[in-house]
């Protein structure tokens, strides 16, 4: 009895610390890439009609990958995807391959733009992959 008392004391107050969190920053906690989506994560590019696009593994590349927030590794799929963001949305991000706040938030405001505050996550999917516009040899354009 006394247990079952500790681990929900315990529960609430991971519950609250959340909230809190969520409440002092505006930006709500990221659950782990698995909860995200089922795909894996990009790791490289694929040029599709010119344009390069996050995509994951080789020889082969797939564009059913995402991105999350990842400040540990730098990745190249994050650095294509900063470009785009940059060239033809407009933003001013560094392009370091790190999936950091700043493009979550990028990335957040193209989703509110092209699919709704609904569906603003922060995080690059495919189906944020079909409404933005990628940075390729000919310039912007979607895929």
Not at 16 to 21: M, R, V
Not at 42 to 61: D, F, L, R
Not at 69 to 94: G, I, M, P, R, W
């Amino acid at each position: 009895m006394r247990s079952r008392l500790i681990r929900a004391r315990l529960a609430a107050t991971a519950t609250a610390g959340a909230l809190a969190a969520v409440a002092l920053t505006g930006v709500a906690l990221a659950p782990s890439a698995a909860a995200v989506d089922p795909y894996p994560t990009c790791n490289t590019y694929k040029n599709v009609s010119g344009h390069k696009v996050p995509a994951y593994g080789q020889p082969t590349p797939s564009l059913t990958c995402n991105l999350v927030l990842n400040t540990s590794k730098s990745n190249e799929a994050v650095k294509v995807l900063q470009t785009s963001l940059n060239n033809c949305h407009n933003f001013d991000l560094a392009v370091d391959g790190y999936y950091g706040e700043k493009t979550f938030l990028a990335v957040r405001s193209i989703q509110a733009a092209y699919l709704g505050e609904a569906h603003a996550d922060g995080y690059y999917g495919p189906q944020t992959q079909g409404v933005m516009k990628h940075w390729g040899l000919s310039g912007c354009g979607r895929i």
